[in-house]
């Protein structure tokens, strides 16, 4: 139920599970030679049907549309309507789904983070909307999806052998 209504949140501001999908696409084909895009939409929809995902989603939705509709009270409305360099509390939201499948994770969202590719670009170029929580929640999302597929790569490093630490 949530996840169905999480996915109409991110549809209703623009956001398109596949468009999560393919930035979870350029962030791994890199390390995965067979990676397939439907691949990284089944990895999408895996990191949003975790509940603590949908919630933390629906969370940072409800404050961007609140400060659409200046509804926040000062100096929080400001804070969120000028993208406050130093507010932080998108970025905090958003790790709490990039941890979920390792450090990986959390490099893919910095660096996301500052390259800003994809559907993030337009989230955070926008003027008409606030996407001050969405554009890191996106970024958020599409991290864990990645970092989701590393972790199943088959096609990684295997260590076949191991020396006997204590004899």
């Known amino acids: 139920m949530t996840y169905d209504a999480a996915t109409q949140w991110l549809e209703q501001r623009g956001v398109t599970l596949e468009s999560i999908a393919e930035i979870v696409y350029d962030l791994q084909k890199p390390y995965n030679d067979v990676l397939q895009i439907d691949h990284c939409l089944e990895s999408v929809k895996a990191v ?10 629906m969370t940072g939705i409800a404050l961007d549309v609140l400060a659409e509709r200046k509804q926040l009270p000062e100096p929080l409305q400001s804070m969120l309507a000028s993208d406050e360099s130093l507010y932080g509390v998108d970025e905090t939201l958003a790790l709490g789904i990039t941890s979920m499948y390792g450090m990986i994770g959390l490099t893919s969202f ?50 076949p052998s191991y020396d006997r630490l204590i004899p």
């Open 110 to 159: 910095g660096y996301l983070d500052k390259t800003k590719i994809g559907v993030l670009k337009g989230l955070n170029n926008s003027k008409s909307h606030v996407h001050v929580f969405l554009d890191d929640l996106v970024a958020g999302i599409a991290a864990a999806a990645s970092s989701r597929i590393a972790h199943q790569n088959e096609n990684a490093n295997i260590y």
């Open 48 to 57: 949003l049907r975790k509940r603590e995902v949908q919630y933390t989603l």
